[in-house]
């Protein structure tokens, strides 16, 4: 079907709904290195002015790619709902409802599930930034696994402690440097350097032995590819939360190693395991799944559809697992998808928006690679905008620059300095193991730090030579 407009006297057609969505996307690099962008400002505003009025049902009823990912989330998952609350809407008149006062009360009830990700990424098309905004912050999700995450007023941070050598001792002092700050509640997250089966096992169980000496209302994640993680938990690894990367389309997902059903059984395996360590989790949602726009085209699995459509579908597979925290790393695939600061910040508020939009506990990695026309300056902008327009959680790296992974990205210090800004905190449970511990008023030195937290000794087994 052919999608029509007429822009100042020039005639646009758009010869299918995966072009037009395309060309109404916002600038962006990746879609241009695909083929697939606006070659102008007018065609650009043509397709959106096509696009708005397109109804959602047609949305729905359209299958941008025959694959396994389109046949498990463009599906609206209650049908009836739908066809009562969406179908016979335009595109234009869902972004006017998502803006509209009210709106937050019909999403908490059911509407989120019902939206799949091309009509949230069609919607997203049409938004400002400052739309993305205002239409996300009063949407929360709430998860639950050892703590919560997504309360009203709480920007949470995953503390990631990598160390290029998967160096256990260097891996726990660095996670309590971001303790001492305030960060952690979201998870201890660690990128490992290997895929060894082994030493991903010791670095869940010096993760594990920190968080319960401690008594740290926190979750941990070792990020190695989800068949590594399950073996070291059949060797006698603790899991808390089961890390994979996803994609938008099932090629991608093939080119990570992964389908869909191997995540269900992963997942199964997973609350399998936690109910045999009774007392230590408070809910089921056990999963962690990292997106980011670009990932299909890379794998040069994309099919000719524009990356904000498929980062939407990536979080749509999340969403299928009831995860506990879903994140976008925004900026970290390179300037070849997103090539400077206007176009991560443009793609950090879409991915968080159409996270939410569909019900997901989204957040998101505010990051750039030294190669980007980006800055610092410019990630604390996309840092502010997101923690006012209520993102789940961000990254909490020593200074703000991995040491493993070489990527800029936030620092304890800047979460610290955005919560005090807008009033935000961590979460409820963490908060309070802050306040009973007094962390807020510790030393922030790594010996002095160490000497304080080490009160009965019981970190001394975990690094030789002891916390000093």
């Known amino acids: ?76 998952a209650d049908p009836a709902v739908f066809s009562a609350e969406l179908a016979s809407m335009a595109v234009g008149e869902l972004r006017e409802r998502v803006l509209s006062p009210d709106f937050p009360a019909a999403w908490s009830h059911g509407l989120a599930a019902v939206i799949t990700p091309e009509i949230a990424a069609a919607c997203a098309k049409l938004m400002s930034n400052l739309d993305l905004v205002v239409a996300a912050a009063p949407l929360r999700r709430v998860t639950r696994c050892r703590n919560t995450m997504g309360e009203p007023g709480v920007l949470g941070v995953r503390v990631q402690p990598n160390h290029p050598t998967d160096h256990v001792p260097g891996i726990l002092l660095s996670a309590l440097d971001g303790l001492a700050f305030g960060c952690g509640d979201a998870m201890i997250g660690v990128n490992p350097a290997t895929e060894s089966v082994p030493a991903i096992a010791e670095v869940l169980h010096g993760l594990h032995q920190l968080i319960a000496h401690l008594g740290v209302p926190t979750q941990s994640c070792v990020l190695a590819h989800i068949t590594t993680q399950l073996a070291a938990m059949d060797a006698g690894a603790p899991i808390d939360l089961l890390f994979q990367s996803v994609a938008g389309t099932e090629d991608a997902n093939t080119s990570f190693g992964i389908d869909l059903n191997l995540l269900a059984r992963g997942r199964e395996a997973v609350l399998a395991h936690h109910a045999q360590r009774p007392g230590e989790f408070i809910g089921s949602q056990v999963m962690y799944f990292e997106t980011g726009q670009g990932s299909a085209l890379s794998a040069d699995a994309h099919h000719g559809i524009d990356q904000l459509t498929l980062e939407a579908r990536a979080q749509a597979v999340a969403r299928l697992y009831d995860p506990f925290l879903v994140n976008s790393v925004v900026g970290f695939i390179g300037p070849e998808y997103l090539a400077n600061s206007v176009q991560i910040t443009r793609a950090g508020l879409e991915d968080h928006f159409i996270g939410k939009l569909m019900g997901l506990p989204t957040g998101i990695d505010v990051c750039y690679t030294n190669h980007a026309d980006a800055d610092q300056n410019t990630n604390d902008n996309l840092l502010l905008l997101l923690a006012a327009a209520g993102c789940t959680f961000v990254m909490g790296v020593p200074a703000g620059d991995d040491v493993m992974l070489n990527y800029q990205t936030t620092s304890y210090h800047d979460v610290s300095s955005v919560r005090r800004t807008l009033g935000l905190g961590p979460s409820p449970l963490f908060q309070a193991w802050l306040d009973d511990g007094q962390l807020h008023n510790w030393p922030t030195t790594l010996p002095e730090l160490g000497a304080a937290l080490d009160r009965d000794g019981a970190l001394r087994a975990l690094l030789p030579g002891g916390t000093r």
């Open 1 to 76: 079907m052919a999608y029509r407009t007429t822009l100042r006297g020039e005639r646009f057609t758009f010869g299918s709904l995966a072009e037009v969505l395309a060309k109404a996307n916002e600038e962006k690099s990746g879609d241009q290195l695909a083929g697939v962008a606006a070659r102008s400002e007018r065609e650009r505003v043509a397709a959106k002015t096509a696009l708005a009025e397109v109804r959602l049902g047609e949305i729905a009823a359209t299958a941008l790619v025959e694959d396994a990912v389109t046949a498990a989330v463009s599906a609206p």
